[in-house]
C-alpha cells in the first residue's frame, strides 16, 4: 500500500530561480595602453568619452531601455567615471532651480529696497560668496575632492546673504534719517500724536522716502554708527550659522566634511562682501 500512495504522488518541480543576473566588466588598460597607469589622464579621458556614448542607450527610450523592456530584463549600469558623470549632469541639472531662486530673491530685494542698482549689488555680493568659499576651501582641503552636497549651500546662503543686505540697507537709511533730525521711531510718534492729520503724514512720508533714495549721502559719523551696530548684529547671525555648519567637519564622512567646509566658508565670505562690496555701492549709487 505505502508503494502505491508513492507512485500516486505529484513530482515535485526541479528548482528554478525568478530572477538571474549577468554582469559584464569594463576595465583599464583600454587597447594600446601597457597598464593602467600608463598615461592614465589620456584613459580616463578616452574611457568616459566611450562611457558617455554607451550609458546614453540607457536612458528612457535608449536602445537598452527599449529592448530590455521586450524581454522583460532589466539593465543597470555603474562604475567609476559613469556614476560621478550622471551624479554631475543632475547636480547642474538642480542649479536651474537655484537660478530661479536667485531671481525670485532679486525680485523681493528689489522690492525692498526700490533701486535696481542696490538690489543688484546685494544679491552680487552673495553670488560672490561661492567662489570666494570655494577657493580657500580647495587650498585648505589641499585635495580635488568637491562634495556633490555642496549643490545644496546655494539655497541656505541665499536666504542668509540677502537678510543681512536688506539689514545694511535699513542702516543706511536710518543714517540718513539720523542727519535729517527724524528717525524713524521719531515719525511714528508723531503720527500717533497728530492723528488728525493722516494726510500730511503720509505726504512727509513720501517725501521722507524719496529723500532716502535721493542721491544724498548721510553724514560719516551717523553711518559709521549705524554700520556698526548693523555689524554686531549680522557678525552674532553670520558666527552662530557659520560655527553651526562647520562642526560639520568632524565627520566620518567625507562628502558631510567638504559641505561644512564649504558652506562655512560661505557664510563668512558673504558677511565680509556685506561690510565692504555693499556699503561702497550704496555710497556710490
Not at 545694511?168 to 537709511?173: H, P, T
Request: with cysteine; aromatic share 10%.
Amino acid at each position: 500500500d505505502d508503494d502505491d500512495d508513492d507512485d500516486t504522488k505529484t513530482p515535485k518541480p526541479p528548482p528554478h530561480a525568478i530572477a538571474l543576473r549577468s554582469g559584464f566588466e569594463f576595465a583599464l588598460p583600454l587597447a594600446g595602453y601597457a597598464t593602467a597607469s600608463d598615461r592614465p589622464d589620456e584613459q580616463d579621458r578616452a574611457y568616459r568619452r566611450w562611457a558617455r556614448r554607451y550609458t546614453s542607450m540607457f536612458k528612457p527610450g535608449g536602445y537598452w531601455d527599449v529592448e530590455g523592456a521586450k524581454a522583460g530584463v532589466r539593465v543597470l549600469h555603474a562604475g567609476g567615471g559613469v556614476s560621478e558623470d550622471e551624479a554631475a549632469a543632475l547636480v547642474l541639472g538642480d542649479l536651474k532651480f537655484a537660478a530661479g531662486a536667485f531671481a525670485l530673491v532679486f525680485v523681493c530685494v528689489l522690492a525692498y529696497v526700490r533701486s535696481w542698482w542696490t538690489a543688484t549689488n546685494a544679491v552680487l555680493g552673495v553670488a560672490l560668496a561661492f567662489p570666494s568659499a570655494f577657493f580657500f576651501a580647495r587650498v585648505a582641503a589641499d585635495s580635488p575632492f568637491v562634495s556633490f552636497l555642496n549643490v545644496l549651500v546655494p539655497f541656505v546662503l541665499i536666504g542668509i546673504g540677502c537678510d543681512d543686505a536688506m539689514v545694511m540697507c535699513d542702516a543706511f537709511k536710518a543714517s540718513v534719517n539720523d542727519d535729517d533730525g527724524a528717525g524713524v521711531d521719531q515719525g511714528s510718534s508723531a503720527r500717533k500724536e497728530n492723528d488728525s492729520a493722516p494726510i500730511r503724514a503720509k505726504i512727509a512720508d513720501v517725501r521722507r522716502e524719496k529723500r532716502i533714495y535721493a542721491k544724498r549721502l548721510p553724514s560719516e559719523e551717523a553711518f559709521a554708527a549705524r554700520f556698526a551696530s548693523a555689524a554686531k548684529a549680522m557678525l552674532a547671525t553670520s558666527l552662530t550659522t557659520a560655527v553651526a555648519f562647520g562642526s560639520n567637519v568632524f565627520s566620518y564622512i567625507p562628502p558631510v566634511r567638504a559641505l561644512g567646509a564649504y558652506a562655512a566658508g560661505t557664510v563668512v565670505a558673504n558677511y565680509a562682501l556685506v561690510l565692504t562690496l555693499l556699503p561702497a555701492a550704496l555710497l556710490i549709487r
